[in-house]
Antibody, heavy 119, light 111 residues
Framework: QLQLQESGPGLVKPSETLSLTCTVS??????????WGWIRQPPGKGLEWIGS???????YYNPSLKSRVTISVDTSKNQFSLKLSSVTAADTAVYYC???????????WGQGTLVTVSS | QSALTQPRSVSGSPGQSVTISCTGT?????????VSWYQQHPGKAPKLMIY???KRPSGVPDRFSGSKSGNTASLTISGLQAEDEADYYC???????????FGGGTKLTVL
């Protein structure tokens, strides 16, 4: 059974960079034809797609966040990561990682991790 | 404001059927057969209920069905059960510039 687990700081200061890692167990992140994505949810609000990375390394980002987002994969550790720079309070959210059969079909999700942006 | 429009809330009694709509444009819902639906209980991660407009993942009850007409996708839940009370989100592919868009979510209340 595939499992995903997010990890990283729960508190980030404004203007700094938010960094999260998603560790995949029970399967290889190098498996062909899957995307690996990040989705966030501000408290009490809806889901927002941040971006995805294809198993080949191609990346796709939400245009509204593109200038601040980097998603990368470390196949040796079976992990993929999110970096979001110049954060503000508006970036406070639960951040989820997910495996995606295609760009919209997230069949396995992590439990989510709350990241608060505050000084 | 979300790219896809969903009703804020819907409700139904146990055993009844409810339909949640998801309205987009010809650039997203209407242009591709890549619409997914997610169920989210409070404090939990989203769960995939429907993908590719009308396909059900293994383990999802056949009470859940999806369809699409023009720029509007729909999720229908028949034989409502108490455990169906949750938030539901639609998601669509929207092309190479903005590949993924979500709806604002619909709160389903089972009366």
């Amino acid at each position: 059974q595939l499992q995903l687990q997010e990890s990283g700081p729960g508190l980030v200061k404004p203007s700094e960079t938010l960094s999260l890692t998603c560790t995949v167990s029970g399967g290889s992140i190098s498996s062909s034809s899957y995307y690996w994505g990040w989705i966030r949810q501000p408290p009490g609000k809806g889901l927002e797609w941040i971006g995805s990375i294809y198993y080949s390394g191609s990346t796709y980002y939400n245009p509204s966040l593109k200038s601040r987002v980097t998603i990368s994969v470390d196949t040796s550790k079976n992990q993929f990561s999110l970096k979001l720079s110049s954060v503000t309070a508006a970036d406070t959210a639960v951040y989820y990682c997910a495996r995606l059969r295609d760009m919209t079909t997230g069949d396995y999700w992590g439990q989510g991790t709350l990241v608060t942006v505050s000084s | 404001q979300s790219a896809l429009t969903q009703p804020r809330s819907v409700s139904g009694s146990p055993g009844q059927s409810v339909t949640i709509s998801c309205t987009g444009t010809s650039s997203d819902v209407g242009g591709y057969n890549y619409v997914s639906w997610y169920q989210q209980h409070p404090g939990k991660a989203p769960k995939l209920m429907i993908y590719d407009v009308s396909k059900r993942p293994s383990g999802v009850p056949d009470r859940f069905s999806g369809s699409k007409s023009g720029n509007t996708a729909s999720l229908t839940i028949s034989g409502l059960q108490a455990e169906d009370e949750a938030d539901y989100y639609c998601c669509s592919y929207a092309g190479s510039y903005t590949p993924v868009v979500f709806g604002g979510g619909t709160k389903l209340t089972v009366l």
